[in-house]
């Protein structure tokens, strides 16, 4: 630890976000830059616990507690401290290959699970890691990896974030790497997935230059299944890892469903960056919430990204349904105690936006769609929804319950369905009769990461199901070892 009282001396102070009322006039990044003496005060903060639980990566009740990727926060933290940033950012790529993408997008389970937040306020670690990798940018200090070539060849489907993770360790040892790619740009969600406001584009386009400066292929346009055949690739390459993430929607089974103007989220959110890349919007190749009222089904993150993207259309309204009931304001201790991820009512960017320009939360709690309601054009204009209580069955199981009474009947123009997802898409593993698990993701062991085809490996969401970015990078990581023993007997990457 850098500073042994720093935590009683110093209060956390959160990074700066761009006033709700600027940002959403445009898509540029929300956080400001932060002042260096604040990062070293906040670096101070962290506390000679004994015990770091902020690396811990492990699974609680369901869910992250710590960093799955390992990171070495209290070195990075004391290092920041003392002003030693070069040697902070070789402590923190020692564990994480983008750290711009996870300073920027994870949720921060470490957060959750920091020492000191049982006490008072969490480190703040997202920022602080945030600006190393953003100050080592700036200083030179990232380069492109080479290495002493293998003679092996591996090819990488999809360039998600567990996908970019697999093809830089494995090129980092000198297997020769070739990602493919359906998009017309590399990045998977990293790209197509996650807003600009959130990620900017360029800050994945710069971290994809140094890939290919480093070796790296990318094969773009090209979905495997369709455009080539997965067994070509099988038989082409020694070895074969699938990184196609969990990209199979969930839809609503309502009347209406059918009717034009309902779109899954994904699609949206797609369609919106794509345009912006391509023309600044110019094109009008998305879909426009501009003066629609627009209701949002399903919580989470990517809602959020669909209400903050809405609003920058210029929506007449906007509201989020919710079925789970909503969060408390702290932490629940005899149900939700540390150092599990806290589950508290969290007020993320879309919500503050759409309470700044419409003056309340867009979230509706424990609501359930009934039916949407289409016009003489087929075009959606009502979603009628009831109220529901969770009660326990007779098999003890918690079950909605519709609350008499509690009807409704909501405008709506544009209905965006943010629902999360069921699994990958099918085409890759029936071509290859590859064994699914219970919930149709693609079996294979953790840590293991094997098929049941030989040459062929599977990790991120299209092995573990839809999950944190965070996890995705550390799969990445994972199957890259395991590949490289497979390749070669043995494997430096940890």
């Known amino acids: 630890m850098g500073k042994a009282t720093g935590f009683l001396e110093y209060e956390r102070i959160n990074p700066k976000k761009r006033a709700p009322e600027e940002r959403i006039k445009d898509w540029q990044e929300l956080k400001l830059p932060q002042d260096p003496e604040v990062l070293k005060t906040q670096g101070a903060r962290c506390m000679n616990c004994g015990v770091p639980f902020c690396h811990g990566g492990v699974l609680l009740n369901g869910m992250a507690a710590g960093c799955p990727l390992h990171n070495l926060i209290p070195e990075w933290n004391e290092l920041v401290y003392k002003g030693q940033w070069k040697e902070a950012y070789q402590r923190l790529v020692r564990t994480n290959p983008f750290p711009e993408f996870t300073g920027r997008v994870c949720p921060a389970p470490c957060e959750g699970s920091c020492t000191e937040g049982h006490i008072m306020e969490p480190v703040t670690i997202n920022s602080i890691e945030h600006d190393i990798i953003e100050k080592a940018f700036a200083e030179g200090w990232v380069a492109p990896t080479k290495a002493k070539p293998t003679g092996k060849k591996v090819a990488v489907v999809g360039s998600g974030p567990s996908g970019l993770s697999v093809a830089c360790y494995l090129n980092a040892v000198g297997h020769e790497v ?48 369709k455009d080539i055949p997965a067994q070509e690739l099988v038989d082409k390459y020694d070895a074969v890892i699938l990184c196609g993430g969990a990209t199979k929607a969930r839809g609503l089974d309502v009347e209406g469903k059918e009717l034009k103007g309902i779109h899954f989220a994904v699609d949206f959110l797609k369609a919106n960056t794509k345009s912006l890349l391509d023309s600044g919007l110019k094109d009008g190749s998305y879909i426009s919430a501009k003066d629609k009222n627009v209701i949002i089904i399903g919580g989470g993150d990517t809602g959020t990204d669909c209400v903050g993207t809405s609003i920058r259309h210029g929506c007449k309204s906007v509201y989020q349904f919710e079925i789970m009931p909503e969060p408390p304001a702290e932490r629940i201790e005899e149900t939700n105690p540390w150092p599990e991820w806290p589950k508290k009512l969290k007020v993320d960017y879309g919500q503050e936006e759409a309470i700044s320009l419409y003056g309340k939360d867009p979230r509706n709690y424990l609501i359930n769609t009934k039916k949407i309601v289409g016009n003489e054009n087929g075009e959606v204009k009502e979603v009628h929804t009831v109220e529901i209580t969770w009660v326990k069955n007779a098999s003890g199981r918690l079950v909605p319950q519709e609350v008499p009474g509690s009807e409704k009947v909501w405008k709506a123009d544009l209905v965006l369905l943010a629902m999360g997802f069921l699994g990958p898409e099918d085409t890759i593993p029936n071509e290859l009769k590859l064994n699914r698990d219970a919930r149709s993701n693609i079996k294979a062991d953790y840590e293991v990461f094997e098929t049941n085809v030989e040459k062929v490996f599977a990790a991120g969401d299209m092995r573990r199901g839809q999950s944190l970015v965070v996890w995705a990078i550390q799969e990445g990581k994972l199957v890259a070892r395991e590949v490289d023993k497979y390749l070669t007997g043995k494997s430096v990457i940890k």
């Open 178 to 225: 070739t990602v493919y790619e359906r998009n017309d740009r590399a990045g998977g969600l990293l790209m197509y997935g996650i807003p600009n406001m959130k990620l900017d584009k360029g800050v994945v386009e710069r971290r994809l230059e140094l890939m290919k400066s480093s070796g790296i292929k990318f094969v773009l346009n090209t979905e495997v299944g």
